[in-house]
């Protein structure tokens, strides 16, 4: 089992950044794709930013040039750099990890979600 824990959200005033973290622990073999996901009240899930293991980045649209996806292999580490924050940007940001894991001597990816961190701009 694979544990995704986020921190770093908060209240930020129009224009200010946050910084969000997310740390994979567990029985990691490797963490191949991670990325962001937000969700706002009343809202589907949606895409934030993904990075691959190589560090091959993609941005929603409505994100680009503000924020900035990191990683960091050697401890299993995501970053969101948000700069310029919107209030449209008010939602809970969840990160995710596809890990490889061995469970019964065979090597598998698992998909894992992180419990969500609340980043508020008020309007």
């Known amino acids: 089992q694979v544990q995704l824990v986020e921190s770093g959200g908060g209240l930020v005033q129009p224009g200010g950044s946050l910084r969000l973290s997310c740390a994979a622990s567990g029985r990691i073999f490797s963490v191949n794709n991670m990325g962001w996901y937000r969700q706002a009240p009343g809202k589907e899930r949606g895409l934030v930013a993904t990075?691959?293991?190589?560090?091959?980045?993609n941005y929603a649209d409505s994100v680009k040039g503000r924020f900035t996806i990191s990683r960091n292999n050697a401890n299993y580490t995501m970053y969101l750099q948000m700069n310029s924050l919107k209030p449209e940007d008010t939602a809970v940001y969840y990160c995710s990890a596809a890990a490889i894991e061995q469970r019964a001597g065979i090597f598998a990816i698992y998909n894992y979600w992180g419990q969500g961190t609340q980043v508020t701009v008020p309007s």
């Open positions: 990075i691959t293991k190589s560090g091959t980045t």
